[in-house]
């Protein structure tokens, strides 16, 4: 492979790009990183295949497109604590992080972005959902856009179902958050930084409330969006292979790791890049 020309193939319709024609693991050159960039804001996640590399190189990448930020619950790698181990073994029957979701929402300052490095994948299944939240805002009625455009949403770490995703990972290199509070309030739209274009901003994962609302008054219409935003027509599934690469834009997506593999290990290497405050 070379760094002179990528070639892009769109992944589906609504959400999604395969990029080839460069390798990650040594130095981009700056047209290439803006050629990556730009798919990105295009296409919400890309892929790229055959890519053999080790976390500092990993790292090396993700330093092209922002700074790579330590998760918050899980110790990284030693020796490379923004490098997140994400892993499934084969006697385990729940996966880290397996329903749709954006991530670490719980946060003021949730991620632009995450890289995400196959390392070691079942013989068969083990595939990510990904899904645009543009389009599912821009398909909501236009009464249902007004009302949801002044709400805000609580994000939260803890709620029951993503917690138990991660109890495994938690058990064996979970760090100590003390008394630290991991909650975050964000605009249930956010407009994106760079395109301008407004998305969905709760999810399924972490969103437990509108703001100045309880929980069982919120409850009727999130199930609603998060249905609504997971529809097909605005998903793609990706296939990992040896050395697959996903980069996904956290400001407009969400993801679903599929949890179809059990009895098989499963490893990946992911870094999460730092972002904003969700306007």
């Not at 899904?131 to 609580?154: I, P, R, W």
């Not at 991660?166 to 058990?171: A, D, F, K, V």
């Not at 003390?178 to 999810?203: M, S």
Request: hydrophobic share 35%.
């Amino acid at each position: 492979m070379t760094n002179r020309e990528i070639q892009i193939e769109v992944a589906s319709p609504a959400v999604g790009c395969e990029i080839s024609g460069v390798d990650l693991s040594g130095p981009l050159s700056a047209p290439i990183i803006a050629a990556i960039r730009q798919a990105l804001l295009d296409y919400g996640v890309v892929f790229f295949r055959n890519q053999e590399l080790t976390p500092a190189q990993q790292l090396s990448f993700c330093g092209c497109f922002g700074e790579p930020d330590e998760y918050s619950l899980i110790k990284g790698l030693p020796g490379y604590p923004t490098v997140t181990p994400v892993i499934k073994l084969a006697n385990e029957t729940i996966n880290f992080g397996g329903l749709w979701h954006s991530d670490t929402t719980y946060l003021e300052r949730p991620p632009m972005g995450s890289v995400l490095h196959a390392r070691e994948l079942p013989p068969i299944g083990g595939d990510t959902l990904f899904a645009n939240m543009y389009l599912a805002f821009e398909t909501l009625s236009d009464g249902l856009k007004a009302m949801l455009g002044g709400l805000n949403a609580v994000n939260s770490a803890y709620k029951a179902r993503v917690s138990d995703t991660r109890s495994p990972r938690l058990q064996d290199a979970g760090k100590d958050v003390g008394d630290k509070i991991l909650e975050a309030v964000h605009p249930v739209v956010r407009t994106h930084p760079e395109t301008g274009r407004r998305a969905l901003y709760v999810n399924r994962g972490h969103t437990v409330r509108f703001e100045g609302m309880t929980e069982d008054e919120s409850a009727g219409l999130l199930e609603y969006l998060f249905r609504h935003q997971t529809r097909e027509e605005f998903t793609c599934r990706f296939k990992w292979s040896p050395g697959a690469v996903a980069f996904w834009d956290n400001r407009c997506t969400q993801h679903y790791p599929l949890n179809d593999y059990t009895g098989h290990r499963r490893v990946m290497n992911r870094v999460t890049l730092k972002g904003d405050v969700p306007r």
